[in-house]
Structures are given as C-alpha cells and as structure tokens.
C-alpha cells in the first residue's frame, strides 16, 4: 500500500495543478472575446432617449456591482475565492439570478439526457463491435461499414437530420426544448410522459454515434486480442471458444472503459450541439448563450464544471488503473 500511497498523492498534485491551472484559463479566455457585457445590458434596459448621464451611472453601478470596476488581479483573486465558496457569481444576461441556480437546474437535465445515452450507447457499441470480431463473415461485414457510416456523422449532423424527418416532416415528436412551455414542471405523469416524448431525439441521437464509435473500437481491439499468443495456446489446450472470447472480451475491453471513463467525464461539453440543435435546457445550451451574450459568470461557471468533471473522471480512472493493472501494481511494488 506504501507504493500505491506515493502513487496516489502523486497523481492528486498534478490533477490539482491542472485545477488551478483550468482555473486561470477559466477566468482569462472570456476576457478575450471582443465586446463590453455591461453596455449590451445597459443598452437592453435604456432606449436611446435616456440622457447619457443617467446611462453613464447606471453603467458605472453594474461595473461595481459585478466588480468589473477593479483592477484586472483583483477580480481574479476574488473570482478564486468564491468558487472555493461555491459562490459561482451572477449572471449578467439573467440579473439579478446566480449562475448557482441556473446551472444548478440544467445540469441535472444534461446529466438525464447524457448519462443513460452514453450507457446504452457503449454497452450495445461492445457488444456488437465484439461479435463482429468474433463471427466475422457477413457479420461482421454488416456492423463495421454501418458502424463506421455512423461514426463518421458529427453530433449535429445526425441530430439536424433525425430533427428534421420525425420532428418536422413525419411530426412524430416536438422540435424543441426540454417540456411543452404549457405545462409546470411538476412530480406528475402528465409532465413525466411530456419530457420523454422531448427526450427521445436527443437521446437516440448520442446512443447512435456512441454505438458507431464504440463498435469500431471494441471490433479492432478485439481482433487484435483473437491474434494474440495466447489465444492461440489456449486453443491449442483445447480450452472451449466460449471461454476464450470471455477472455479477449476481458482485455479488449479495458481501453473501452478508459474511453467511457472519459465520456462521462466530458458529457457537458459533449452536449453543447446536441443541446443547442434540439434547444434542450443542459448546461451546453447555457454555455452557448453565455458566449453569445458576453456573460463572463456564465461561461466561468459551465467551463469550470466541465473541467471539473473531466478531471475527476480521469483522477478517479487513474486510481481504479493503479488498483487493477498489473503493470502500475509492479511499478509502485519497486518504487515503494
């Protein structure tokens, strides 16, 4: 355990460091796009009868009230310290309402939309990419070029299309948004049965390009465990097939879990498109509004969860790896 201790704490300063480091890049990039926030809310709020006096104290309240009337490292200190407080400011384009409470609602629907379909999309995606390896013949010859037809559509691309045929022209299911605007969101069957009717687009849009990608992937490192030595004595032993492929499915798919690993950790971002082609109300569809109406908390608060999440899955993947692998196993032994 004494290696596996130095291991860990290891792996924990350089995912901290890259926290900081994210929390750098968080604060500075917004400033770098072109524009002034504060005039686009100002010039929202006044007409252009209002005298420029009055406008000028107005623009200068809202510079106080968001601290943009301070030194540049100022703000930057004071930004640090309240994400340590969980305080993730407020919003410019939504004031007076925090970013806490606005991403703290979409988060839990790009989490539902994101989550089951990344599952579904990678354990229907091995299952398949491994019977193509194992069967080959016109199954295989069937999955890969339609698993690989697949992949190659970009996230929006198929969702503009499954958009477009069962929501516009067949009808089937709405364009658009995460519940009809007539309905509360409330705990009933009624908004329950509404919000999967919503849901069903964007969902069976992920799963599919998750299915493509998955299957390639798993049918490669598959057919690359079928060719291995020691499939080969294995048989030689008479070992019966269906153990083998227990076997290869075993180590084919550990880099799988690398790639699911850091799907999950990338879902917010991943959602961005989807959320934005199907106007679902996630985290993605705040980032974007963030960016185009300038509003620094915003982009601040969905960049840094989705940091966050990347690193945590990625940290947590690093400490099941050196538990499990081998190889990480041998190298603490010696280091320790």
Known sequence: MKGFTRYFFQKLFWYLLAF???????????????????????????????????????????????????????????????????DLGTSFSLYPLSVNEVLGNAIVWTIFLQFPAIIVGWILGNLLGAAAAYRKGVFDKTIFPVALFVNSIPYYALAIILLYVFGVFLGWFPIG???????????SWTFAIDVLHHYFLPFISIVLVTIGGQAIGMREMSIYELNTDYVTYSKMLGIKDKKIQSYVF??????????????????????????????????GTWLFNGIRQLDYPMIQGSTLIIALMVLVANFILDMVYGLIDPRIKAAQTEEG
Do not use: C, H
């Not at 948004?177 to 705990?187: A, E, F, K, M, Q």
């Not at 075993?250 to 991943?270: C, D, E, F, R």
């Open 20 to 86: 900081f480091l994210a929390l750098f890049l968080n604060f500075f990039l917004p400033r770098l796009i072109p524009g002034d926030p504060i005039s686009v809310i100002v010039s929202k709020m006044m007409s252009g009868t209002v005298a420029s006096e009055t406008q000028e104290r107005v623009y200068q309240s809202f510079m106080e009230e968001f601290g943009l009337d301070k030194p540049l490292p100022i703000q930057f200190f004071n930004y640090i310290g309240n994400v340590f407080r969980g």
């Open 177 to 187: 948004g995460g519940y009809s605007r007539t309905l509360i969101p409330s705990w």
């Open 250 to 283: 075993k180590n084919a798919v550990l880099p799988q879990i690398t790639g699911l690993a850091i799907s999950l950790g990338t879902m917010v971002g991943g959602a961005l498109i989807t959320e934005i082609v199907f106007g679902y109300p996630g985290v």
